[in-house]
């Protein structure tokens, strides 16, 4: 059963190719406007390294909740994991070379003159933002390492050892990745805003990312299938993984919601005038289609266990999510950092390029190891799954 994906040298030309249209978009936009595209290298590195962290604890929980019908696909969320340390990296350079570009507190004259930003600047600090951001990093990477280690050696020695190993430290894992990953969006994105916080903002977030990676995840499911590989893939399968969509579709606008209602309903300048400069200064359009995107059209379209068993259904809807985690990212970036509602060549060359990045990489891992893991406890349940 043993199967490795293959990458063709076409596809690797593509995302060269796409890598070049980044770095041409990168150079001319730091002629023509450093600041904004610093937001959107920003935006990007971020959005790219939390796919990753968001298919790295989809991951976890099939361990953790000792899942039985995805086992057949766990080496593509193993691969999109092994995005994190590339994206970590990719998202340092902004957080060393572009943080007076972008972050309002990282300049002491203003800090000097900002109360508010002095009571913050023992945390909100750019040394000791890198601290924490290294033992973040640090600790993601290798958590997600080991957890590709013991997969790895399964495949080899077989038997439940590396199973039971992987099982408990995903619960480890996904411990580590609720405290930092919440903390280190506090630091990458709501501190734009600074004299903006919400107790919401950091989970909101969290919930996107799994959303996301998950959608990212059926994706590379899918095409993988219109390969020829993944030919166990039924509409059993694709009907888990469209509640998977489905109720993280839920949790996000619940999420989007929670945030919106509770600042309105308060009424405490400090706190709207996050929402205020989205609904009047110009940023109204993408503001209310982030919430048709990722909630309302996943919600309602796959309501229908036809269309949530429906391959070509399915793949329509994560590309439309890859969308909405992308409009999600500009709205929590642009109106704090370069307050231009704007979409050109910056935008789409620099997507363009960190997706070339995120394709070769991934696609890279994937091809490393055999695509359906050799001795997987489970992996016959996965393999005969009907259950719905």
Same mark, same amino acid.
């Given at each position: 059963?043993?199967?490795?994906? #293959? #990458?063709?040298?076409?596809?690797?030309? /593509?995302?060269?190719?796409?890598?070049?249209?980044? /770095?041409?978009?990168?150079?001319?936009?730091? /002629?023509?406007?450093?600041?904004?595209?610093?937001?959107?290298?920003?935006?990007?590195? *971020?959005?790219?390294?939390?796919?990753? /962290?968001?298919?790295?604890?989809?991951?976890?929980?099939?361990?953790?909740?000792?899942?039985?019908?995805?086992?057949?696909?766990?080496?593509?969320?193993?691969?999109?994991?092994?995005?994190? !340390?590339?994206?970590?990296?990719?998202?340092?350079?902004?957080?060393?070379?572009?943080?007076?570009?972008?972050?309002?507190?990282?300049?002491?004259?203003? @800090?000097?003159?900002?109360?508010?930003?002095?009571?913050?600047?023992?945390?909100?600090? #750019?040394?000791?933002?890198?601290?924490?951001?290294?033992?973040?990093?640090?600790?993601?990477?290798?958590?997600?390492?080991?957890?590709?280690?013991?997969?790895? +050696?399964?495949?080899?020695?077989?038997?439940?050892?590396?199973?039971?190993?992987?099982?408990?430290?995903?619960?480890?894992?996904?411990?580590?990745?609720?405290?930092?990953?919440?903390?280190?969006?506090?630091?990458?994105?709501?501190?734009?805003?600074?004299?903006?916080?919400?107790?919401?903002?950091?989970?909101?977030?969290? @919930?996107?990312?799994?959303?996301?990676?998950?959608?990212?995840?059926?994706?590379?499911?899918?095409?993988?299938?219109?390969?020829?590989?993944?030919?166990?893939?039924?509409?059993?399968? +694709?009907?888990?993984?469209?509640?998977?969509?489905?109720?993280?579709?839920?949790?996000?606008?619940?999420?989007?919601?929670?945030?919106?209602?509770?600042?309105?309903?308060?009424?405490? !300048?400090?706190?709207?005038? *996050?929402?205020?400069?989205? @609904?009047?200064?110009?940023? +109204?359009? !993408?503001?209310?289609?982030?919430?048709?995107?990722?909630?309302?059209?996943?919600?309602?379209?796959?309501?229908?266990?036809?269309?949530?068993?429906?391959?070509?259904?399915?793949?329509?809807?994560?590309?439309?999510?890859?969308?909405?985690?992308? $409009?999600?990212?500009?709205?929590?970036?642009?109106?704090?950092?370069?307050?231009?509602?704007?979409?050109?060549?910056?935008?789409?060359?620099?997507? $363009?390029?960190?997706?070339?990045?995120?394709?070769?990489?991934?696609?890279?891992?994937?091809?490393?190891?055999?695509?359906?893991?050799?001795?997987?406890?489970?992996?016959?349940?996965?393999?005969?799954?009907?259950?719905?």
């Amino acid at each position: 059963m043993e199967n490795k994906v #293959i #990458i063709s040298s076409k596809f690797k030309n /593509i995302t060269f190719g796409l890598i070049g249209i980044g /770095i041409i978009a990168l150079i001319v936009g730091f /002629i023509d406007n450093p600041q904004r595209t610093w937001a959107n290298y920003l935006l990007n590195s *971020y959005y790219f390294l939390s796919l990753g /962290i968001g298919a790295s604890f989809f991951l976890a929980i099939q361990y953790i909740s000792q899942s039985g019908w995805s086992a057949m696909f766990r080496r593509v969320p193993e691969a999109i994991g092994s995005f994190v !340390p590339v994206g970590a990296i990719l998202l340092s350079l902004v957080l060393i070379f572009g943080v007076h570009s972008i972050y309002h507190w990282s300049h002491a004259e203003e @800090v000097a003159k900002d109360e508010l930003l002095q009571h913050k600047s023992p945390y909100l600090n #750019i040394p000791f933002m890198l601290i924490r951001y290294v033992i973040f990093v640090g600790l993601w990477v290798f958590m997600i390492t080991l957890l590709r280690k013991f997969s790895l +050696l399964e495949d080899i020695h077989g038997g439940t050892e590396y199973f039971v190993k992987s099982e408990f430290y995903s619960k480890v894992f996904i411990f580590i990745l609720g405290f930092s990953f919440t903390l280190g969006t506090i630091d990458w994105i709501m501190s734009i805003n600074a004299h903006w916080f919400s107790t919401l903002f950091s989970i909101k977030n969290f @919930v996107s990312a799994f959303y996301h990676g998950s959608a990212t995840i059926v994706l590379m499911v899918i095409v993988l299938n219109r390969f020829g590989y993944f030919p166990q893939l039924t509409k059993y399968h +694709l009907h888990d993984f469209s509640r998977y969509i489905f109720i993280l579709s839920i949790m996000y606008g619940y999420m989007w919601y929670a945030q919106y209602m509770l600042i309105w309903y308060a009424n405490i !300048p400090e706190e709207t005038i *996050y929402y205020t400069k989205l @609904v009047q200064g110009g940023w +109204l359009f !993408p503001f209310y289609l982030d919430i048709i995107i990722n909630w309302a059209f996943p919600f309602s379209f796959l309501l229908l266990n036809k269309i949530a068993k429906n391959k070509n259904a399915l793949l329509f809807t994560v590309i439309i999510l890859f969308i909405g985690q992308w $409009l999600d990212l500009y709205l929590q970036i642009m109106p704090g950092s370069t307050n231009v509602n704007a979409f050109g060549y910056i935008e789409i060359g620099t997507y $363009l390029g960190f997706l070339g990045i995120f394709a070769f990489v991934v696609t890279r891992s994937l091809s490393k190891a055999s695509l359906i893991p050799q001795n997987h406890p489970y992996l016959q349940e996965s393999l005969a799954h009907k259950t719905h």
